[in-house]
């Protein structure tokens, strides 16, 4: 399900595994066949998970980011806090790029 999914990212993050590229390739699209089913922290942590992966797919977080900007009034602080990291990197690592939600609320 969505939240194992976010978990697992997660887990791999907060340990800093970065180089399992198959993996996580596989996980990306996990995230985004299941994407409806991923609630505002779950979405939150999952965005942080791959930014700090450096993830280098931008079409992924235009994805995933349409979907969080539907749920943007249910990111607690946690979220909030996470989406501005994801935000952060999202500008130094597509300069000039547009993105459907970066964090911008509250």
Request: aromatic letters at 16%; glycine letters at 2%; proline letters at 4%.
């Amino acid at each position: 399900n969505s939240q194992n999914i976010a978990n697992t990212v997660w887990a791999f993050a907060t340990v800093g595994i970065m180089k399992a590229d198959p993996l996580f390739d596989s996980i990306a699209e996990a995230v985004l066949s299941k994407l409806d089913s991923f609630d505002a922290q779950s979405l939150a942590n999952t965005l942080w998970a791959f930014t700090c992966f450096e993830w280098p797919d931008i079409d992924f977080f235009r994805v995933v980011l349409t979907t969080a900007a539907r749920k943007q009034d249910e990111f607690d602080e946690i979220g909030q806090s996470q989406l501005r990291v994801v935000s952060s990197y999202l500008r130094s690592r597509f300069p000039g790029q547009a993105f459907p939600f970066a964090y911008s609320k509250k």
